[in-house]
Nanobody, 121 residues
Framework: QVKLVESGGGLVQAGGSLRLSCVAS????????MGWYRQAPGKERESVSS???????NYADSVKGRFTISRDNAKNTVYLQMNSLKPEDTAVYYC???????????????WGQGTQVTVSS
């Protein structure tokens, strides 16, 4: 199977920056898309950004121009550089990967345990 471990969350003042990292490990054959989701208290989990194995990216309108996703395929790692953070960015951020792993030829979605990002005003 695939294990995703996030790091880099924390407390930052509005206008500050954080960089999240997520490393995938396990019996991985290939990873297709990787991405970041977030869930604020009392709200639905929402997509923040994603990146394909070829490097194509997608962003939520709320983070465009402030967040940058990148990926190191050799290290099975995805990053999220978050600049100009706002209090409304406060949430638990989850890493997601669509991967083919183990003996199954089908891709499955895997999730990390989440990392807290808190932006103070």
């Amino acid at each position: 199977q695939v294990k995703l471990v996030e790091s880099g969350g924390g407390l930052v003042q509005a206008g500050g920056s954080l960089r999240l990292s997520c490393v995938a490990s396990g019996s991985i054959y290939t990873i297709n898309a990787m991405g970041w989701y977030r869930q604020a208290p009392g709200k639905e989990r929402e997509s923040v950004s994603s990146i394909t194995s070829g490097g194509s990216t997608n962003y939520a309108d709320s983070v465009k121009g402030r967040f940058t996703i990148s990926r190191d395929n050799a290290k099975n790692t995805v990053y999220l550089q978050m600049n100009s953070l706002k209090p409304e960015d406060t949430a638990v951020y989850y890493c997601n990967a669509e991967a083919i792993a183990g003996v199954s030829p089908r891709p499955y979605d895997y999730w990390g345990q989440g990392t807290q990002v808190t932006v103070s005003s």
